[in-house]
């Protein structure tokens, strides 16, 4: 945050204030602007337009106040307006189910060129938060910071301008255009597919992109960032639902806790009125809500012996971890529930009711006394029954729903124990959930932000923003390091997104029965959009809006694994592409993946999904297959058969975005490889991607196969990317003109790939003996020397070409280059090289002598 934000804040929290009030018309005092109103029908609203003001950039980050080539401007100011939802886009006449006119359109328009050329770039609506490092820890609180942002990397040096632009009910405004400078930098732009090479990615100044790299969790992995930067690792694939669930249930930070996990994860227990239990009639849901928790104390078995409905407990922050508060404060919590046929005591002589408690893990699978539903299990500090600093009451403006509200102070600790809703000392019954609070008392008589972040449980209808600003932190270090974000951007059995029909009503199927499959939309919807496609689409506005921006994501992937012989998820994932794409310059590559298979025909290589610019491949190494022990060939053969160049090729990079070595396709990880001490699966499996498919490698089983940092057996074997990474990167694989090397050995034991560029001179090739494979070190097999000769065709004739002979583990650079000699071509062309006793394996590059 800038000092000039700093010293705005009383005016900011007065306009605040104005804000709340009007957006949160329709919710219990103190509705918190960063979580949307449930929807209602459209309000009367002035005819005036939003206002925009206090119009502010960080340039004044940059030397004389100029934005560097490709590197983040940002724009930050006030929007007055009407909206009842700033998270979602204005439209006045939207798919059925979602509400008119409720949201807020605000973008920015940037020209370099006196707006003969204009770029258009969302907006997003955003909270600011405190961070700290406590406990060590991190410590992220809300504040009351509030405001719209707009992020751009302009793409050219020059005199830009900017201009900002908002719809809502109330008309349309526009801000007066406001100059910027953009100078040169170093930054090498966004990664394309090579216009050059369709096998590669690079950069927009041309720059090869080795990308090598792994799958990640990212948050729990950011103090890695600088090893894996100096070994050469830039390429993480995370999941954006799995590693911060900012839209979506899928991975929601509410988490059921019952005898068995119910069917719906990693979804949070959601239902609707057209999914009540037995009893129970509709409508429930708050309108505009449509979704609610549903908590249940059910202990009857079902055919399989599984007591499905036995949910008493929802606990939250599962994946995102403890909330963080201020020690020795009073904060207020407040619950928006709903009780059907609650029943009790359990316990005779015990209170029984809907409870809000803190406490530890609070499941004991012996003692069932330890467990969340049973009287005395952890500390409540709300309850419906009598006997402590709360209370409760129907909720006036929504008919059958409550309002339990409670006060609690924190001890010396800066970190909440476990928030539970539970249903404590129950026999039967259910309880539904809309709202969630959890506020700090403030010394004036007002509360604070929520510090429940994802507080609604439409969680289809929001954007978590603390979750969303620790993407931020995660995406700000990328950048640091020189590490770029292949993001996962959806679920596809997310329960929100799978629950609505085409004409926005809610099913009566349940989502893991319906063969609609409906969150894959209605095909390309041109006869009228869909409630799910309209919902997606604003997350898709978001995503861009928020980490667009940034040089650092190498591409966005729909989702993880959908049907190879669905057509409607060939659909799904080209609407994606052809959305994402009209975020010029700023637009990044888009792919999706499946779950078995390579659909070329069908899908990757179909003229009529043309908005996907790679292809994405999933494929397991078994025991059972032919190249399960040489891990150099596990990875070439199927990268000759798939790359872009390829006859099985669909003419676009190929990415294996999943593998591993596992005992089947759906794991786990296979032990051998643990006994490979000194990783020579990995290295050969890293160099074996010098071949010219050009298929780049994402391995699944980080752990336990590349990198443990605890435990009885530690490893690290992220140093076996550097030798590579160094040898490959100035290479300038993009230019296309490199073709595979096709070179002849005069030994079967000697493996020589690599490619060759004949216009310029040029060649770089891995020379292996072939016996040393990971499997036969782990056996103890003999692995005899290889001598022989390796040759390449094609050259000028009897011309000196420089040989510079790599050390392929040397972990420092000045090591790396063992030494360099002169060789000359004969009279056809050709280069010769000689290998004596190689043991293991080495790699050349060759070029022209000057």
Same mark, same amino acid.
């Given at each position: 945050?800038?000092p000039?934000?700093k ?13 709340l009030?009007?957006?949160?018309r329709n919710?219990?005092?103190?509705q918190p ?5 449930p ?6 609203t002035?005819t005036?337009g939003?206002?925009?003001?206090e119009?502010?950039?960080?340039t ?5 106040n100029?934005?560097?080539r ?7 100011f ?6 009842a939802?700033?998270?979602?886009p204005?439209?006045p006449?939207?798919?059925p ?10 973008d920015?328009?940037?020209?370099p ?8 770039q969302p907006?997003?609506?955003y ?8 406990d060590?820890r991190n ?12 992020r751009?990397a ?5 005199d830009?301008q ?13 801000s007066?255009p ?5 100078v ?6 966004f990664?394309?597919?090579s216009?050059?090479?369709?096998r590669?990615f690079?950069?927009?100044d041309g ?6 790299g792994y ?8 103090d ?6 100096a070994n050469?690792i830039?390429l ?5 639902p799995?590693?911060?669930?900012i *839209?979506g249930s899928?991975?929601?930070p509410w ?9 719906s994860e990693?979804?949070a227990?959601?239902a ?5 239990? #037995?009893?129970v009639?509709p ?5 505009g809500?449509?979704?609610?928790l549903?908590l ?11 007591m499905a409905?036995?949910v ?7 994946? @995102? ?5 201020k020690?020795?404060?009073e904060?207020? $919590?407040?619950?928006?529930y709903?009780e059907?046929? =609650? ?10 009711g809907?409870?809000?408690?803190t ?12 467990r ?7 500390t409540?500090?709300?309850a419906t029954y009598?006997?402590?600093d709360w ?5 006036p403006?929504n008919e059958g729903?409550? =309002?339990?509200?409670?006060r ?13 809703l539970?249903?404590?000392? $129950?026999?039967?019954?259910n309880?539904?959930?809309?709202y ?9 008589? !007002?509360?604070?932000?929520n510090l ?5 449980m439409a969680?289809h ?5 603390e979750r ?5 932190d995660a995406l700000?270090?990328?950048e ?10 959806m679920e ?7 629950? *609505?029909?085409y ?6 199927v349940p989502?893991y029965r ?5 969150f894959?939309?209605?095909g ?7 409630k ?9 506005r ?6 667009g921006?940034?040089?650092s $994501?190498?591409?966005?992937e729909l989702l993880?694994?959908?049907d190879p012989?669905?057509e409607r998820?060939?659909i799904l ?5 052809r ?17 078995q ?11 009529n999904?043309?908005?996907l ?5 999933h494929?397991y190494i078994?025991p059972?297959?032919p190249?399960f022990g040489?891990?150099?060939?596990a990875?070439?053969?199927? @990268?000759e058969?798939l790359?872009?160049l390829?006859p ?6 190929v990415m294996?975005?999943e593998?591993?070595?596992?005992a089947?396709?759906?794991?786990? #990880?296979?032990p051998q490889? =643990?006994?490979d001490?000194e990783?020579v699966? =990995?290295?050969?499996?890293?160099w ?6 050009g ?14 940092e !605890?435990g009885e057996r530690?490893?690290?074997?992220r140093n076996?990317?550097? #030798?590579?990474y160094?040898f490959?990167?100035?290479? #300038?694989?993009?230019?296309g003109?490199?073709?595979a090397?096709a ?22 090739l891995?020379?292996?003996?072939k016996? !040393?494979?990971?499997?036969n070190?782990v ?6 020397p $290889? @001598?022989g000769?390796v040759?390449l065709d094609?050259?000028?004739a ?19 280059v063992?030494?360099?000699?002169t ?11 000689t ?11 060759i070029?022209?002598?000057d």
């Open positions: 945050m800038t000039e934000q010293n705005r804040r009383p005016y900011l929290l007065l306009l605040l204030l104005i804000f009030a009007v957006a949160c919710q219990p005092d103190s602007a960063s979580q949307p109103t929807q209602t029908e459209a309000q009367p002035p005036s939003p206002a925009i003001s119009i502010a950039s960080n004044a980050v940059y030397p004389n100029a934005i560097p490709y590197e983040k401007l940002e724009i930050t006030q929007v007055d307006s009407q909206a939802h700033p998270q979602h204005y439209d006449a939207p798919p189910g979602i509400a008119p006119e409720q949201g807020i359109t605000v920015a328009l940037f020209t060129d006196d707006w003969q050329t204009v770029y258009r907006a997003f609506y909270q600011d938060f405190l961070r700290e490092e406590r060590g410590w992220i609180y809300p504040t009351a910071d509030f405001a719209w942002k707009v751009f302009p793409p050219t040096a020059g830009w900017v201009k900002i632009t908002a719809v809502d009910a109330s008309g349309a405004a526009e007066d406001i100059p910027f400078t953009v040169p930098s170093a930054n090498k732009g990664l394309r597919v216009p050059n090479d369709p590669y690079a950069f927009e720059a090869y992109f080795p990308g090598l799958n990640l969790d990212v948050p729990q992995n950011l890695e960032f600088p090893v894996m930067a050469g830039q993480i694939r995370t999941w954006i799995a590693n911060w669930s *839209f899928a991975w929601s988490r059921s806790i019952g005898p068995q996990p119910p069917q990693p979804n227990r959601l609707h009125d057209n999914a009540l239990p #037995p009893g009639q409508p429930i849901a708050v309108p809500s449509d979704l609610f549903w249940s104390y059910d202990e009857s078995v079902n055919q399989r012996g599984i409905n036995m008493p407990c929802v606990t939250f922050g599962w994946d @995102s971890g403890e909330l963080a508060v020690p020795n404060t904060y207020r $919590v407040r619950v928006r709903r059907a046929g =609650l029943a009790g005591p359990l316990v005779e002589g015990q209170p029984f809907f409870t809000v408690k406490g530890g893990w609070l499941w004991d699978e012996q003692d069932a006394r330890q969340c539903y049973a009287p005395g299990a952890g409540v500090i709300a009598d006997g402590g209370n409760h009451a129907p909720d403006e729903w409550s =309002l339990l509200n409670g609690f102070r924190t001890n010396d600790a800066n970190f909440l124990d476990r928030f539970y539970a249903l404590e000392n $129950v026999t039967g019954g309880v539904f959930v809309d969630v609070w959890l506020e700090e008392a403030l010394p004036d008589g !007002r509360f604070g932000s429940i972040h994802r507080p609604w969680h209808q929001q954007f978590d923003q969303a600003f620790e993407l931020d700000a270090q990328a640091a390091n020189d590490i770029y974000l292949k993001l996962v951007v596809k059995n997310d329960y929100s997104l799978n629950v *609505f029909n004409d926005g009503t809610l099913s009566d989502p319906n063969p609609q499959r409906l894959l939309g209605a390309r919807e041109e006869q009228g959009q869909t799910t496609r309209w919902l997606q689409e604003a997350w898709w978001y995503a861009q809006a928020r980490w921006y940034s040089t $994501v190498h591409s966005w993880n694994e959908g012989a669905d998820f060939y994932a080209d609407e994606f592409g959305y994402m794409r009209q975020f010029t310059p700023n637009n990044h590559l888009v792919t999706t993946s499946f779950w298979g390579f659909p070329r025909d069908p899908f990757w290589a179909n003229d999904y043309p908005n610019d790679y292809a994405d491949y494929r078994r059972d297959d190249f040489d891990a150099a060939a990875t070439q053969r199927p @990268s058969r790359g872009a390829a099985d090729g669909a003419g676009m990079p294996r975005g593998t591993g070595w596992a089947q396709d759906t794991g786990p #990880p296979i490889l =643990l006994r001490k990783g699966w =990995l290295h050969n499996f890293i074996g991607g010098i071949n010219p498919g298929m780049l490698e994402s391995y699944w089983y980080v752990q336990p196969h590349i990198y443990v !605890r530690p490893l690290d074997l076996q990317f550097g #030798p590579y160094r490959i990167q100035d290479v #300038p694989l993009a230019n003109r490199y073709r090397a070179a002849t050995v005069s030994h079967e034991g000697l493996r020589a790939w690599g490619q060759k560029d004949v216009v310029n001179g040029r060649a770089h891995w020379l292996q003996n016996a !040393r494979t990971w499997q070190v056996q103890g097999n003999p692995i005899p $290889v @001598s000769t040759a094609g050259f000028p009897n011309t000196p070409f420089a040989v510079e002979w790599w050390d392929s583990y040397a972990t420092d650079v000045e090591n790396a063992m030494k360099v000699e060789v000359v071509s004969d009279g056809n062309g050709r280069i010769t090289l290998i004596e006793n190689l043991e293991t394996d080495v790699a050349v590059k070029a022209i002598a």
